[in-house]
T-cell receptor, first 112, second 114 residues
Framework: SQQGEEDPQALSIQEGENATMNCSYKTSINNLQWYRQNSGRGLVHLILIRSNEREKHSGRLRVTLDTSKKSSSLLITASRAADTASYFCATLNTGTASKLTFGTGTRLQVTL | EAGVTQSPTHLIKTRGQQVTLRCSPISGHTSVYWYQQALGLGLQFLLWYDEGEERNRGNFPPRFSGRQFPNYSSELNVNALELEDSALYLC?????????????FGEGSRLTVL
């Protein structure tokens, strides 16, 4: 079963614009992670935010976490064509012993 | 350092056949995870192995099985293949089970069942 639901399902922007993706989840978490998947390939870990953190930055990525609303957002600033990919949130849920549960993903298309 | 490697990368089978997928984790990683990703969908958790033991299993029928070897590599076996088993099968590895859960993925094995 899916834990997270990403919103929007698909997003199309132009190069240089910012892209924001949202993730909602249902249960208590230890941490939330964002992954990127190029078409038909493996996933690559982008950033991890712990349940006691509210915001985290890594390069052009900014992640926020609101545990009261059970939601997270991923902001990619100054998007590039190379950012075109699917982005998934994944939660490490309390008591699930290291099993990550993935959301449904957001397909991001960045055009020139 | 070599990443997670999976084989084969692509394969085609017919209904009722059996398939074995293989995964080698990153050196030093003891946990191996298997996920199924049907076309256009998210990842569904299949199996988690750590130190040679099955630690957790997703909501899949028993014809999905696997094992982990002493060198921490892993196999995923699917018996009596069905059309809906067509998917990208992703293997991931991580350090010991008590870590943050950050996973390192292979490129996947794309299975097509005709």
């Amino acid at each position: 079963s899916q834990q997270g639901e990403e919103d929007p399902q698909a997003l199309s922007i132009q190069e240089g614009e910012n892209a924001t993706m949202n993730c909602s989840y249902k249960t208590s978490i230890n941490n939330l992670q964002w992954y990127r998947q190029n078409s038909g390939r493996g996933l690559v870990h982008l950033i991890l935010i712990r349940s006691n953190e509210r915001e985290k930055h890594s390069g052009r990525l900014r992640v926020t976490l609101d545990t009261s609303k059970k939601s997270s957002s991923l902001l990619i600033t100054a998007s590039r064509a190379a950012d075109t990919a699917s982005y998934f949130c994944a939660t490490l849920n309390t008591g699930t012993a290291s099993k990550l549960t993935f959301g449904t993903g957001t397909r991001l298309q960045v055009t020139l | 350092e070599a990443g997670v490697t999976q084989s084969p990368t692509h394969l085609i089978k017919t209904r009722g056949q059996q398939v074995t997928l293989r995964c080698s984790p990153i050196s030093g990683h003891t946990s191996v995870y298997w996920y199924q990703q049907a076309l256009g969908l998210g990842l569904q958790f299949l199996l988690w192995y750590d130190e040679g033991e099955e630690r957790n299993r997703g909501n899949f029928p028993p014809r999905f099985s696997g094992r982990q070897f002493p060198n921490y590599s892993s196999e995923l076996n699917v018996n009596a293949l069905e059309l809906e088993d067509s998917a990208l099968y992703l293997c991931a590895s991580s350090l010991a089970w008590a870590n943050t859960g950050e996973l390192f993925f292979g490129e996947g094995s794309r299975l097509t069942v005709l």
